[in-house]
């Protein structure tokens, strides 16, 4: 985490930018922990609040829009051929399939604040062939009240919460 909140220190805004679309893709980001770090740094007035939700929204849309396209155009074959690997066998993955199919609006949406299922979601979307204007509505939806409560709660947290 140290390292992270020294990027933020450092590079602010493109941090944010940049950690939450990596974190989204699946590379181990704290996700919440920074949304949190990056609202109490709002309430002692280093960012600007409303800007920080903006690039924190637009960080997590870019990462879950990525994950998308890497779903639907590779998510797959790499799942058929390394899928018998961690157990994913076509029959099981053509369960989670329909399933996905049935309450994948739901799954983005709630999956959102569930670390670890975000991440799939977002793959599983683009492999089961989720319409993009579908996707896109819910994950907008999803990744705004995400931005918004995370930071949200870090800057009342940090304003007023007295370390001394």
């Known amino acids: 985490m140290n390292w ?3 990027l933020i220190s450092q590079y602010g805004y493109m941090a944010i930018f940049a950690l939450l679309a990596l974190g989204i ?3 181990p980001v704290p996700d919440e922990i920074i ?11 280093v960012l600007n609040y409303s800007l920080s939700v903006l690039v ?6 870019t990462g879950m829009m990525i994950s ?8 797959q074959p790499v ?3 390394y899928g018998k690997w961690i157990g994913l066998t076509p029959k099981r993955f053509g369960r989670v ?4 199919e049935r309450f994948g609006n739901w799954t983005v949406l709630f999956g959102y604040f569930i670390p670890g299922v975000r991440h799939v979601t977002s793959y599983i979307s683009g492999i089961s062939g989720m319409p993009f204007r579908k996707y896109l509505l819910v ?5 705004s009240t995400w931005s918004i409560l995370f930071i949200s709660l870090g800057f009342f947290l940090g304003k007023n919460l007295s370390f001394t």
């Open 79 to 81: 799942v058929d051929k």
């Open 4 to 6: 992270a909140i020294e």
């Open 35 to 45: 949304m949190l770090f990056v609202g109490y740094l709002s309430s002692s007035m």
């Open 25 to 27: 893709l699946g590379l």
């Open 139 to 143: 994950s907008l939806v999803g990744s």
């Open 97 to 100: 399939k329909g399933w996905f």
């Open 68 to 75: 998308y396209f890497i779903g639907s155009r590779l998510g």
């Open 56 to 61: 924190g929204f637009a960080g997590a849309l």
